[in-house]
Antibody
């Protein structure tokens, strides 16, 4: 049974760095072809793809946010961590992680999401 | 800036058929964009329905199908049920660092 769960602060101040953790079970990120992606959704708005890390530690970032994002994995802990620097109120959103495979072309399981509010 | 466009809203009667589409600002959508489709109900996480244009997950109801139609990716619901009322998103793959979601289609079953 595949599950993913996002965790992190519910509230961050402007200019701070956000660190989110995706803890998963039911699969291994050391399996060939396996990936984990991060996606966010501002309240009432559409989904936005943010980043992906592959089984071989290749990393990919949204073109518009790449200077602010860092993704990493700890295979032994079954965790993927996303950091986003210089947070702004427009970054207020629900952040999701999702299992992807086939070099990120195929999505299946998603976490429940975690709402992050950016406010002073 | 790549833009993926979906119908903002559609309405369908119970038992009817409706097709949602997904267009790319770069031109015709082909299988090489590996379209994915997701369903999202209020207050819930998205749920994957279709991957690689037309492949269903084990949990995807048979009434959902994916295809390419007129240069766009398409999601067709046949025999719509009231529980299909939701927001639907497509995702296109432009190569490693570029994956773009559409703006979503709000489907009303009325």
């Amino acid at each position: 049974q595949v599950t993913l769960r996002e965790s992190g602060p519910a509230l961050v101040k402007p200019t701070q760095t956000l660190t989110l953790t995706c803890t998963f079970s039911g699969f291994s990120l050391s399996t060939s072809g396996m990936c984990v992606s991060w996606i966010r959704q501002p309240p009432g708005k559409a989904l936005e793809w943010l980043a992906r890390i592959d089984w071989d530690d290749d990393k990919y970032y949204s073109t518009s946010l790449k200077t602010r994002l860092t993704i990493s994995k700890d295979t032994s802990k079954n965790q993927v961590v996303l950091t986003m620097t210089n947070m702004d109120p427009v970054d207020t959103a629900t952040y999701y992680c999702a299992r992807t495979y086939g070099s990120g072309k195929e999505f299946d399981y998603w976490g429940q999401g975690t709402l992050v509010t950016v406010s002073s | 800036q790549t833009v993926v466009t979906q119908e903002p809203s559609l309405t369908v009667s119970p038992g009817g058929t409706v097709t949602l589409t997904c267009a790319s600002s770069t031109g015709a959508v082909t299988s090489g964009y590996y379209p994915n489709w997701f369903q999202q109900k209020p207050g819930q996480a998205p749920r994957a329905l279709i991957y690689s244009t037309s492949n269903k997950h084990s949990w995807t109801p048979a009434r959902f199908s994916g295809s390419l139609l007129g240069g766009k990716a398409a999601l067709t619901l046949s025999g719509v049920q009231p529980e299909d009322e939701a927001e639907y998103y497509c995702l296109l793959y432009y190569g490693g660092a570029q994956q773009v979601f559409g703006g979503g289609t709000k489907l009303t079953v009325l």
